[in-house]
């Protein structure tokens, strides 16, 4: 279902706010936005033929396969000072677009949007481009948004960045 | 060309437990690896796991060269080279499938399962009547295919020694990693795939006997958790086993370590089926082994990892490949494999253990990456490519432990650098062609 106009800018304040956290590495605050039952993944994506294409995306296998308390394991490690891929920082910026709300009968939301992500360290003029599309589940608790559920489809097989320290 | 009087100066060296840091981003040594050490090797390409069926396929890579691993109707497996004998388009595109046959999307040529070649589109018009004899015009097969325990190599060179010769007393050892239940292993997923500014000799050479850099590089995910160990130097007085292409390190003193935390009927599967100087090491506190490399990319990590505060450690087991791109520039990939007859329950347990811990995310593999890119960038610098660095750790202070059950040296420390040195002479001998 649809949703209003006023409920649709809402939903995007809501996704431009989590972008700022993770872009702020302000990763206790994203990891609030997380309901305890959340999932967070990104299956690997495996090249195929056309005929194939519907075993693209590993259903059983994922570069994340996350529980809220395995990000929370994650963002633990980056709060000490010896996690040296993050160490320092990774410069990143999250360009999220064409945000597509989708309302359930349950109170939940189900979102599609578009994510390129743009990372850089240390002092390399170059960078990391990281484009995916992400699905997402987000409901209400006590009036705040929480995010349910996040799959992370990317658009590479091989991915073409050091590491995944950073969230997508 | 390349040079070839780049590697004597580096044999003196490591002789004396020192090492050029150059090696790790010199486009000239890369070369000499690709002719000399990369074609000349025994490369891991695939796990019989990941093509259980009648015409599935992998395409895999030895250095820049693309293979299919395909199996055929008879359950027979071939590695042949992915290049179409008319005009060398890659017959297959894609990392994984089923197919009947590879037909070349350019003018058609259409080759089977084991690569022979099976039609020419408009073959008695083109080049008349019989005139070309199919079974010349194949797609090449790998010089050499070898499997071992599911495990599929190929080598390049004609002469080269079977593979199980080649894996000889390090088999003693692969045991561990391979033979810990009756069905064997299964690649769990598929391999995960990434590219690094590292050279691969780095990687190599942490896997193969760098038991000292946890407590450092690795600090953070013990703090955090995910890494089940008392304290960072659980390698500390470890063993660390050299052989002349293979290095191995096992964990001691670490009680969260020990046994890799396998549930019980695992321990008592892996009991019955090790023999008895292996099952000796069970007994004596030292580990399951951990890390280790067989030459010359081949690496392999069993350890444990938290993910959750409901469940014990699990352990997890993967296998990687560090794939040379250039100098100082490498693709990983990286398989999670477990028991094929495992509890699903435990096999969901080491995949989410495996995905804290190593392959893309993983947050050991995060910190080593990060090292290795940090040492291969600046090596190609004027001055840092002569820079010496130190290789000598236990020279002179360890000798051989005399009451070791398995084969090579063993040292009684994890510490030490003897499998280190002991793959740079394997590289520079290769190199060499001895």
Redesign the interface.
């Known amino acids: 279902m649809p949703v209003t106009d006023s409920l649709f800018r809402e939903i995007e304040a809501f996704i431009y706010h989590e972008a700022e956290l993770l872009d702020n590495h302000q990763h206790n605050e994203w990891l609030d936005l997380w309901d305890e039952q959340a999932s967070y993944r990104?299956p690997?994506r495996?090249?195929?033929?056309k005929r194939?294409k519907d075993?693209e995306f590993?259903e059983?296998?994922?570069?994340?396969?996350?529980?809220k308390?395995?990000l929370g394991?994650?963002v633990?490690?980056l709060s000490?000072?010896?996690?040296?891929?993050?160490e320092p920082q990774s410069r990143t910026r999250h360009f999220v677009s064409n945000l597509r709300i989708n309302a359930l009968d349950n109170g939940q939301y189900e979102l599609k949007t578009n994510l390129m992500l743009y990372r850089n360290r240390l002092d390399d003029a170059g960078h990391d481009l990281l484009s995916a599309e992400r699905h997402d589940v987000i409901h209400q608790v006590n009036g705040e948004w929480r995010f349910l559920k996040r799959t992370i489809y990317m658009d590479q097989?091989?991915?073409?960045?050091?590491?995944?320290?950073i969230f997508l | 060309m390349p040079n070839p009087n780049l590697i004597p100066p580096i044999a003196k060296a490591i002789n004396k437990g020192e090492l050029p840091l150059g090696v790790f981003n010199s486009p000239e040594l890369f070369e000499l690896e690709k002719e000399h050490l990369f074609a000349k090797s025994w490369n891991f390409l695939a796990h019989e796991s990941e093509i259980p069926n009648a015409g599935d396929y992998v395409q895999r890579y030895i250095a820049d060269d693309s293979f299919i691993v395909t199996r055929d109707k008879q359950d027979a497996i071939h590695v042949v080279l992915n290049a179409c004998r008319h005009r060398g388009r890659k017959v297959c595109?894609?990392?994984?499938?089923?197919a009947r046959n590879f037909s070349c999307p350019y003018h058609g040529w259409v080759y089977d399962l084991d690569g022979a070649l099976i039609d020419i589109p408009y073959e008695d018009e083109g080049y008349g009547k019989d005139a070309i004899d199919h079974a010349d015009w194949g797609l090449m097969a790998a010089p050499k295919m070898g499997i071992w325990r599911g495990m599929i190599f190929a080598n390049l060179d004609p002469n080269a020694e079977p593979l199980d010769d080649y894996l000889g007393d390090a088999k003693w050892y692969m045991d561990f990693y391979t033979n810990k239940s009756e069905a064997g292993l299964e690649v769990?997923?598929?391999p995960?795939?990434?590219?690094?500014?590292a050279d691969w000799k780095l990687a190599a050479d942490n896997f193969v006997g760098d038991g000292y850099h946890t407590f450092?590089?690795h600090?953070?995910?013990i703090?955090?958790?995910?890494l089940p160990a008392q304290s960072g130097d659980f390698l500390l007085d470890g063993v660390q086993v050299a052989l002349e292409h293979f290095g191995i390190g096992f964990a001691r003193q670490d009680p969260l370590f020990n046994s890799l935390a396998y549930p019980p009927p695992m321990m008592e599967a892996m009991r019955q089926r090790f023999n008895p100087e292996q099952v000796s090491l069970m007994d004596n506190g030292v580990s399951l082994p951990t890390h280790a490399n067989l030459f010359p990319n081949l690496s392999f990590l069993n350890a444990p990892g938290?993910?959750?505060?409901?469940a014990p450690p699990a352990p997890y087991m993967t296998f990687r490949i560090w794939r040379p791109l250039a100098a100082g520039k490498t693709?990983i990939w990286s398989w999670?494999m477990v028991e094929k007859d495992a509890p699903e329950e435990f096999k969901q347990a080491s995949?989410?253990a495996y995905?804290?811990s190593f392959?893309?995310?993983g947050?050991l593999?995060?910190?080593d990456?990060?090292?290795w890119?940090q040492i291969s960038l600046p090596a190609k610098g004027t001055m840092a490519s002569k820079l010496s660095l130190n290789y000598s750790m236990g020279n002179g202070l360890l000798e051989p432990m005399d009451d070791w059950p398995g084969p090579g040296n063993a040292y009684p420390l994890d510490f030490t650098e003897f499998a280190q040195r002991a793959f740079w002479k394997k590289w520079i001998t290769t190199l060499e062609g001895k």
């Open positions: 990104m690997v495996v090249t195929h033929t194939q075993q590993q059983k296998f994922g570069h994340f396969d996350e529980t308390e395995m394991m994650r633990k490690r000490t000072s010896t996690a040296w891929a993050e097989a091989t991915l073409g960045t050091l590491n995944l320290s | 595109s894609v990392e994984k499938g089923n769990y997923g598929v995960q795939r990434w590219v690094v500014d450092i590089t600090a953070s995910t703090q955090a958790g995910m938290a993910y959750t505060a409901m693709e999670c995949y989410k995905l804290i392959g893309t995310s947050t593999e995060q910190d990456a990060e090292n890119s």
